[in-house]
């Protein structure tokens, strides 16, 4: 990447965030640290499990997104009785006009650039599979044919913390497609006030765009070529290594974990840097983002022990003792 190219590209991206927070204060009231982190796997085109009691704004939020992004907005409640082709599609019998009987495939509501899977955990396995090949292929195969999902396509899910019945464990296989879990909590006296009196005597605000589709896919596709030091990939590849339970984990990973994090998640925590390198005004990634960024990528990748759940033990706790593993 040239001079003139990181300097264009730092301009937009910077001028990016300023004008997303901006239109996102319109309807949504604090949750700074989250937005940024929404706007991180936006940027580097990664999916996101968002984790909150209810009431704390997770479905205005990503809608607010799609409306400020110009993005193709699809949302998909799922239900224990929801099916896999109410996810991708289906096909049915047409007749066309000459009078012959044919095949058509009617799309489903997963072919949009930014989908809302709420509440993912309350639907079964089978169904959550669904959302597999899309997420990883940007694809979707109904018999013998693969359709495209157009780009931008990225998935936002959330998911009930405090209700377990009625509900279904993702599957790791599942977990491990998304690049960060985000937690939301409550908002501060301050904020909820706020809350309080917007909500209860104006109308929502609307949102003006502030960049298409087409400009924000020619930023995801530059962020693979932010500089990252050899010394920080051996770092984020060192960090997510120390995660797995043998011997060259820590002992307090070794006790409390039964499978650690993969491949996946070194990728995942270095292609979130280069996106918050510029969203903080810098050409290349620094061991601060690194740093920032571990706990939401790695914190849904770790398998705990039944003993470690026990005793209170959380993977945020055990992914910050590992932080000093990772140097300038």
Known sequence: MTSADETKLLEQVSSLRQRIESQLAHRVIGQKDVIEQLLIALLA????????????????????????????????????????????????????????????????????????????????????????????ETSVTAGARTFDIPRPFQVFATQNPIEQAGTYPLPEAQLDRFMMQVSISYPDAGEELEIVRRTTVVQEGTVEKVMNREELVAIQRLIPTVPCADHLLRAAVQLVRLTRPDAEAPAEIRDNVTWGAGPRAARMLVLAAKARALLHGRAAVDVEDLRALAPAVLRHRLVLSFEADARGFTPDRLIEGLLPAIRP
């Open 45 to 136: 085109e990664g999916h996101v499990l968002l984790v909150g009691v209810p009431g704390l704004a997770k479905t205005l939020l990503v809608r607010t997104f799609a409306d400020a992004l110009s993005l193709q907005f699809g949302r998909i409640q799922f239900t224990p009785d929801l099916m896999p082709s109410d996810i991708t599609g289906t096909e049915v019998l047409d007749e066309t006009p000459s009078g012959k009987r044919e095949f058509r495939f009617v799309r489903g509501p997963v072919f949009c650039n930014l989908l809302l899977a709420d509440e993912l955990n309350r639907t079964p396995p089978k169904t959550q599979a669904a959302l597999l090949q899309a997420m990883q």
